[in-house]
């Protein structure tokens, strides 16, 4: 049945730092993002800074892997008097588009008025791509990190070469995801790699945990993006056309579990996203399909996992990612268009929030490659460790 | 040692941690032994060892020894070094199903072997690498 409360909320307003190629922010910091990226989503809903009361985060308030953000820091900085919400989603970067499931429900419980997701990443001091290899060994991590896999690709590259084993998926086809990012991003002035991306040079650049090659890997870069949700009556009075808030699900099955951080996953759900359970709470309680979905979302920190998030939210069938994406279904001109912003692959990784940003101006219909008469979009977050998550955004009328 | 074979990490790189619910794994381990978490109740193995069986929630675990032998569900060939300093190796991360203890997977290394040899699928058995601390890792090799 329907979710009773879809379309109770909206996000109002958005705010981005520049993007940086990793470690190149400095000498900004963490908090001095943080504080561009909420004042400018303030700016945006028209909103005060002393206006927000509340904190959803998600990956537990860690900004990136090694720093956090903290809500007192941020209310010290940036004169927020009161809060009244302050909680964040656990594990990583599977909760971002969740996160505004978070902020959802402290709206609608009443806790908050003017709620703020928000990540900010620089990656100085440790880089995220091998950010595994760096932790110490703890008892956990010690079944894992003797192998060698020593970032999330390496890891993500064992459940790659699964899906193709079972399927026959073809490099060809994280080809074409990382070519279509970058088809996307050419237009866009924020954008870190810009540059025409042919096949020739996907098969040109240089393995790192074969069937990966540098280019199935996101970019490893520095920023700050912040959203702010509100009720839907309160949006009414704000600057922005607000943009509907109609589902958000989070969590995940104990079959995929800490997933390639431990590799004990069922067999069903090995080369997957993680996503089908979650993806399919999604759609019900938002109550439409996803051949409704006009726009997707689809956190890109790797290829293969963007194949395997088109079958688990139902955009071809279990196995048939491959082919889909080879036809061309997720190109601008195709069935369903895939991160018209050049996601995580092209334009910038700020753990799953320029998904969420794109999300808004699709539906406000600013976007700089706009799917036209765009009116439902979704945004994902990881697939990690859970929780994963995903949302639908509506245009409002 | 062949360039193009792949090899083990190297054990002064390799680093390790227990706590009392893993430290019989890796004792056994010691003693060139493969050992698995198994319920002592129900019988469902689980890996990495954890303090309660997640199919009946006993907290009563035996550590059978096991044959040593699997086959290779999934791998990756890798071909920098994951340590600063280190030379570029070829290494294989491997995800193994082993034959007397359905239902788990270890994530090791395959040594000795040419890349291109590797199938999903293939028979290993499992090998011992010296890390840090006297502690032994288990790594496997084609059979």
């Known amino acids: 049945m329907t979710w009773e409360h879809c379309d109770k909320t909206a996000i109002v307003g958005v705010g981005a730092t520049p993007y940086y190629v990793r470690g190149q922010s400095w000498p900004r910091t963490i908090n001095e993002m943080i504080g561009e990226a909420i004042l400018g989503a303030c700016a945006d809903a028209g909103l005060s800074v002393r206006d927000i009361d509340g904190f959803a985060y998600y990956g537990g308030a860690k900004a990136g892997y090694i720093d956090t953000m903290d809500t007192a820091s941020i209310m010290e900085m940036l004169g927020i008097p009161e809060v009244t919400f302050t909680a964040t989603l656990t594990g990583g970067g599977g909760g971002s588009a969740g996160a505004i499931g978070l902020a959802s429900a402290a709206i609608i419980a009443g806790d908050a008025k003017y709620v703020v997701t928000v990540m900010s990443l620089q990656q100085r001091a440790q880089r995220l791509g091998t950010v595994f290899g760096a932790l110490k060994p703890d008892p956990e991590n010690s079944f894992l990190q003797p192998s060698g896999l020593v970032g999330p690709g390496h890891l993500m590259s064992v459940l790659a070469r699964r899906h193709m084993h079972l399927y026959g998926t073809r490099r060809e086809a994280f080809a074409e995801v990382a070519i279509n990012s970058r088809l996307n991003a050419m237009n866009r002035p924020k954008a870190i790699r810009r540059t025409p ?125 491959g082919a889909f994406v080879e036809s061309g279904a997720i190109r601008m001109s195709g069935s369903i268009p895939v991160n018209p912003h050049g996601g995580q692959l092209s334009e910038a990784y700020i753990i799953g929030m320029t998904h969420i940003l794109e999300g808004v101006e699709q539906l406000r219909g600013t976007a700089i490659n706009q799917v036209a008469d765009a009116e439902l979009a979704l945004v994902t977050g990881g697939p990690a460790s859970i929780p994963v998550s995903g949302l639908i955004l509506r245009r409002s009328a | 040692m062949s360039q193009h074979l792949s090899r083990a990490l190297p054990g002064e790189h390799v680093h390790i941690t227990t706590d009392p619910w893993t430290e019989p794994f890796w004792l056994a381990a010691r003693e060139g032994r493969l050992v698995s978490a198994q319920c002592g109740d129900c019988g469902k193995f689980r890996m990495p060892p954890t303090p309660y069986c997640p199919h009946c929630q006993s907290q009563n675990t035996q550590w059978p020894t096991l044959a040593g032998t699997g086959t290779v569900y999934s791998y990756a060939v890798c071909n920098r070094s994951p340590f600063p300093g280190v030379e570029d190796f070829i290494y294989i991360p491997i995800v193994v199903e082993l034959d007397d203890a359905p239902g788990i997977r270890l994530v090791s290394n395959l040594v000795g072997i040419d890349p291109e040899q590797v199938k999903i699928g293939m028979a290993v058995s499992v090998e011992w690498n010296p890390i840090n601390d006297d502690w032994r890792q288990p790594i496997f090799r084609a059979r």
């Open chain 1, 197 to 321: 991306l042919t096949l020739e040079e996907y098969f040109a650049s240089p393995m790192l945990a074969d069937p990966l090659c540098r280019l199935d890997f996101c970019l490893e870069t520095d920023g700050a993006v912040a959203v702010i949700t509100t009720s839907t009556e309160r949006a009414r009075d704000l600057k922005q056309k607000p943009v509907l808030v109609t589902a958000a699900t989070h969590g995940g099955r104990a079959e995929w579990g800490r997933a390639f951080a431990w590799m004990g996953m069922s067999d069903e759900y090995f080369a997957s996203s993680g996503h089908k359970d979650v993806a399919q709470r999604l759609f019900a309680k938002a109550g439409v399909k996803p051949s409704d979905i006009d726009v997707a979302l689809l956190y890109d920190h790797f290829t293969p996992m963007v194949v395997m998030q088109l079958e688990d939210y139902g955009f071809c069938g279990k196995g048939e990612g």
